[in-house]
Each structure stands twice: as C-alpha cells, then as structure tokens.
C-alpha cells in the first residue's frame, strides 16, 4: 500500500502531491501566523528575565506564554477563535474579515501568509518532485516565510529559527540532496564571513551598524542549503531588491533615509529564487562568456 502511494504520489501524479503540499502549506502558513506574532514576544520575555537575573532580581511572574498557549483570541475582545475560524483563507473570506465576537478587522495579512505558503509549498513540490529534495525544499520555504514578516515587524531574526535552518541545512546535504557536503559547508562559512566582513568594513567607515548579527546567520543558513557557488547571487538580487524597494519607499511613503530597512526579507527572497532557478540563472550567465 505504501509503495503504491509513494508511486502514486511521485511518478503517477505529480500534480496530486503539488495540491497535498499546497493544502499542508496552507495550514503551515496558520501556524506560521501564530509564530510572526508570539516567538518576538517570547524573546522579549525571555530578555526580560535575563535581565532581571543579572540584576539579582526575581523575574516578575507571568502566565504561560509560548507557541501552542494561550489559544488565539480576538485581541480586541478576547473572543477564543474556535475551528471553524481557523481555517486557511475559507475563514477570513466567510468571516469578511471580522472577528465574529465584536466585528472588529482582522488584518488581511494573516490569509496572505497562508496563501503565499500555500503557493510556495505547492510551487516547491511540482519543481522537486517526491522525495527529499521536495522535504527540504519545504522546510526551508516555511522557515524564510516566518523569518520574512518577523524581520518586516521587528527587524528581528531569531536565533531559534536561523540556527536549526543551517543545521538542517547540512544535514540534508549530507546525502548531497542539493549540493554536495563540502560546497555546503563553505557556503555556511562564508555566507556568515561575507556579511560579517561588509557589517565591520560600513561601521568603520561611517561608524553605524548597517544590518544586524540575524543577517549573517540567515545568509549562512542559505549557504548550508544551496551552496557557495549561489552566494553571489542570492546577495547580488537581495541587494538589487532592497535597494528598489528603499528608493519607493522614500519617494512615494516618504519615508526618511534614517529609518532602517530590514535586510532579511531581500535574503530570503534571494534565496527563494536561487532555490528554484539558481542553476539555470548560472548556466546562461556563464554561457556569455
């Protein structure tokens, strides 16, 4: 039976298992919601009792508070958001977008997330095929959607995050799924080296901090995956990006040169593209030479 579904999944119809990981990234993407919203507070919270702790000072007794606890509620009325609010996108379109406690707005970006994970999942699974390289194709979309929209809130790139991404990283390189062991581990190194270097070369020389220690490690997590041959480019359309996107928004929102843009969104687009068209982007660069 298993056999038959593994065939039925990966050769018979590969447009059945793109829809089956749509549908799974349409869920994922719910829960990617929770984690944009709660793992920030939760590294707040954690700072917070640090600091108390180097103070020599009791933290200050809270309720639980992590990924799975309290339930989701209407932050305008507290009203539990039960099953048949949760559902992917079909929620929010049957709801109108208001909570159906107090009627007040529910942000279009919570189905947006769904959907665009829902897309990106399916897209991941029709370029890959059944197999491993789809498994990891999938983690790693999931994991630059959430890093995407929390960088975008609070110029945040959590370590819990970024971390387990390289690790991960590796470890599927191990058996060569997208680059072979070797490429992938200089591409952690200096995925983390390049940035590292270009952070000290900008503070030196104006004495700011252009991007923080998030990006470096972010970077280094798309080396471990895709290897270093795709660093260049990963950073040349990340760079290309961010800088369009920094000129709209101080042309058309006004928005003053001194406020910082978030870095780590352009990465992980780059890095989406280069997951999915690296090689043949490398192959016509290379055949004009």
Not at 28 to 40: A, C, K
Not at 187 to 214: D, R
Request: hydrophobic share 55%.
């Amino acid at each position: 039976m298993s056999l038959s579904f593994t065939a039925l999944l990966g050769a018979a119809d590969p447009q059945l298992f793109a829809m089956l990981c749509g549908v799974l990234g349409l869920l994922v993407g719910s829960f990617l919601n929770v984690v944009i919203h709660r793992l920030p507070k939760i590294m707040e919270r954690d700072w917070g009792v640090q600091c108390a702790a180097l103070r020599g000072e009791d933290a200050p007794s809270a309720a639980a508070y992590n990924l799975m606890v309290p339930r989701s509620a209407c932050p305008s009325c507290g009203h539990l958001i039960g099953a048949l609010e949760n559902i992917p996108v079909l929620s929010y379109v049957w709801l109108r977008g208001k909570c159906a406690g107090c009627s007040a707005h529910i942000s279009l970006r919570y189905p947006l997330v769904e959907l665009l994970t829902g897309l990106l999942s399916a897209f991941a699974a029709w370029h890959f095929g059944f197999g491993w390289a789809a498994a990891g194709a999938l983690l790693l979309v999931w994991a630059l959607v959430a890093l995407t929209f929390i960088d975008f809130d609070t110029q945040l790139l959590p370590d819990d995050i970024t971390l387990p991404l390289l690790w991960l990283g590796l470890l599927f390189n191990l058996g060569s799924v997208f680059v072979p062991l070797d490429q992938a581990v200089v591409g952690a190194m200096m995925g983390y080296m390049v940035l590292w270097s270009i952070y000290w070369l900008f503070k030196l020389v104006t004495g700011k901090e252009g991007m923080g220690y998030g990006d470096f490690k972010l970077l280094a997590a798309i080396g471990a995956w895709l290897g270093w041959k795709m660093l260049p480019l990963v950073i040349l359309l990340s760079s290309f990006i961010g800088a369009l996107v920094g000129i709209v928004l101080i042309v058309l929102a006004q928005r003053g040169r001194s406020v910082p843009i978030p870095f780590g969104p352009y990465l992980a687009g780059g890095g989406l593209v280069a997951l999915f068209w690296g090689q043949p982007i490398l192959q016509a660069y290379l055949a004009g030479f």
